[in-house]
């Protein structure tokens, strides 16, 4: 079983960018696809970013797209997410979460560990 713990989170301008970790205990990360997801206040929690096993392949939700990066470091058993040019929006506190399977993992059903979260808000 893998323990997950985010952290990087806090209060930013619109237009500015922050860094959230994911570090792992237990397992190696390396044997999970990784996922982050956000949950804004009042609605659901929804799927962000994932990178596979290897992290040769990574998707990204459209509303983040070409705005963030999710990249994993093997050796240090954490799974990135560096958000740049970050909107109002984005606000929301943010998981991350690890899966079994393969692949691309895009519904929160198919992950089985989740970190606590971390707060990103930033402001206008």
């Known amino acids: 079983q893998v323990q997950l713990v985010e952290s990087g989170g806090g209060l930013v301008q619109a237009g500015g960018s922050l860094r959230l970790s994911c570090a792992a205990s237990?397992?190696?990360?390396?044997?999970?696809?990784m996922g982050w997801f956000r949950q804004a206040p009042g609605k659901e929690r929804e799927f962000v970013a994932t990178?596979?096993?290897?992290?040769?392949?990574?998707y990204y939700a459209d509303s983040v797209k070409g705005r963030f990066t999710i990249s994993r470091d093997s050796p240090k058993n954490t799974v990135y997410l560096q958000m740049n040019s970050l909107k109002p929006e984005d606000t929301a506190v943010y998981y991350c979460a690890a899966e079994t399977g393969w692949g691309i993992a895009t519904s929160l059903e198919r992950y089985d560990y989740w970190g606590q979260g971390t707060q990103v808000t930033v402001s206008s």
């Open positions: 237990g397992r190696t990360l390396s044997t999970y696809v």
């Open positions: 990178i596979t096993r290897g992290g040769g392949t990574t």
